[in-house]
């Protein structure tokens, strides 16, 4: 993989082909074995497991309330992540981005900047959102790459995931704004 992430957004579920699907289904069994916080706390996962998941995902796009967001490189997934909004007119202007993955064989090599960045442009420019929020789990170092990229930490949820009887991490919550 050489050339530079090409981008694609998914409005609806009809748009999801089953290459894509299964696409996205290999890399989230790829990231979630490799250590990766996207949704898995208990690897090993494979395709039977994770295929589900991504279903509920899908099912839940919509151009007013979710999209997944696809980077590509020379034709091939290299990462993805949605991001969803409520349509409460309390809360209609923030958006959360879930599911931030990237294949193993591509990072480092900016895959995950590009697709945040483009994430960031598409909630502000398309979706109309003033905010972004996501949580990360402690102890990976997410809230570094995050803080790179403008996202701030306010606040935690201490000791909220349980990876294991001695193994209590923090959910730690990020925000970007203004957009």
């Known amino acids: 993989m050489t050339s530079a992430p090409a981008f694609r957004q998914f409005t609806s579920p009809d748009d999801v082909t089953p290459r894509v699907r299964r696409a996205l289904v290999e890399c989230w069994v790829e990231v979630t074995n490799a250590g990766g916080a996207a949704g898995f706390p208990f690897p090993p996962v494979d395709a039977a497991t994770v295929a589900p998941a991504l279903d509920r995902v899908v099912d839940r796009l919509s151009p007013d309330t979710g999209r997944l967001l696809t980077a590509t490189v020379d034709g091939e997934l290299a990462g993805w992540l949605v991001v969803r909004r409520d349509p409460s007119g309390l809360v209609a202007h923030w958006g959360t981005v879930h599911h931030v993955q990237t294949r193993t064989a591509v990072r480092g090599r900016g895959i995950g ?34 803080g790179r990229l403008g996202w701030r930490e306010v606040g935690r949820w201490p000791g909220a995931l349980r990876l294991a009887a001695d193994d209590d991490r923090d959910e730690i919550l990020m925000l970007l704004a203004p957009l």
Request: hydrophobic share 45%; glycine share 12%.
């Open 113 to 146: 900047r590009a697709l945040m960045e483009e994430a960031r442009g598409v909630a502000k420019v398309e979706m109309g959102l003033e905010q972004l929020r996501l949580a990360v789990r402690d102890g990976l170092g997410l809230e570094d790459f995050y």
